[in-house]
């Protein structure tokens, strides 16, 4: 087992998504400013201020660690590993948050050289916290947290997100969608990745896939299955990397067969528009 890390660094992750929580409901259903990144990629007010002060908390108290967040990253930075980075996204599912749907969170991970080591995930309007650290376990609000003992398809609750380009991409994505439907209990769709990892942790999904995430989509998340005893890979079964933009995770049983539909789609799928 690993040696324990400070105790500062769980510390100052909940610490910072419970700030972000408090900033996220003084104003939630009220009045927000809400622009677009994108065509559908919204951004508030709420996610710069909770990120900028996030940002003066690591320079006070880490001055020799980055920081790789959603509203203030560079492009070159989010393909960086720096030796210690904090990975942060100050409102996981801003597009809920934005519409008054209480479906939203803030995530948080610290990586060095690369790797998750602490994580922590605080959703408000549930007032649930979940966290991990390496080799020491997961929690949700406390307690620890394991994954769930379905080892069909067929008997599982999966969840999963669609990319912001997926007006472009809806054939590939939908199609996929369907075939999950066809072998599994039921498939949701929450609008948080952060969330969706969570509760494979918490053994509330079997298992999570999403394809063109990033870091801070699911950094602290993929720690938290680990450690809750699940098994994270990007979609064709490699080892796990935050910055690859794509993820499975499962309790671990399903796992190979979550992994083995997605090829199989997506080879039939690509191969059949190839020749079209």
Not at 168 to 178: D, I, K, P
Not at 200 to 205: E, I, K, L, N, S
Not at 247 to 253: D, E, F, L, Q
Request: contains cysteine; charged residues 25%; proline residues 5%.
């Amino acid at each position: 087992m690993p040696e324990p890390l400070p105790p500062l660094y769980l510390a100052t992750a909940i610490e910072a998504v419970i700030r972000a929580g408090d900033v996220q409901m003084a104003h939630f259903g009220g009045d927000m400013q809400v622009d677009k990144k994108g065509a559908i990629d919204l951004v508030t007010n709420i996610d710069i201020e909770v990120e900028r002060s996030f940002r003066a908390m690591i320079a006070e108290r880490f001055p020799d660690h980055e920081v790789l967040g959603e509203e203030f990253a560079q492009a070159a930075e989010h393909d960086e590993i720096p030796r210690f980075c904090w990975v942060f996204d100050p409102v996981d599912g801003t597009t809920n948050y934005a519409h008054g749907l209480p479906i939203f969170c803030s995530s948080l991970a610290l990586e060095i050289d690369g790797a998750p080591v602490v994580g922590a995930i605080y959703d408000p309007t549930r007032r649930e916290l979940f966290s991990a650290e390496r080799g020491q376990g997961a929690w949700l609000n406390g307690k620890p947290l394991r994954v769930s003992t379905p080892d069909a398809l067929i008997d599982s609750l999966l969840v999963t997100g669609f990319p912001y380009s997926v007006q472009q991409e809806s054939g590939e994505l939908v199609g996929l969608f369907a075939e999950f439907l066809r072998s599994s209990r039921a498939v949701r769709r929450l609008g948080s990745a952060a969330l969706d990892l969570c509760y494979v942790a918490a053994g509330r999904f079997e298992a999570f896939w999403e394809q063109k995430l990033n870091p801070w989509d699911v950094s602290a998340g993929a720690l938290i299955v680990e450690e809750a005893g699940g098994r994270v890979t990007d979609s064709t079964g490699a080892p796990f990397r935050s910055r690859t933009g794509s993820i499975v995770a499962s309790n671990g049983r399903i796992h190979d067969a979550v992994v083995d539909t997605i090829r199989a789609f997506l080879q039939h799928f690509r191969s059949r528009n190839w020749t079209d």
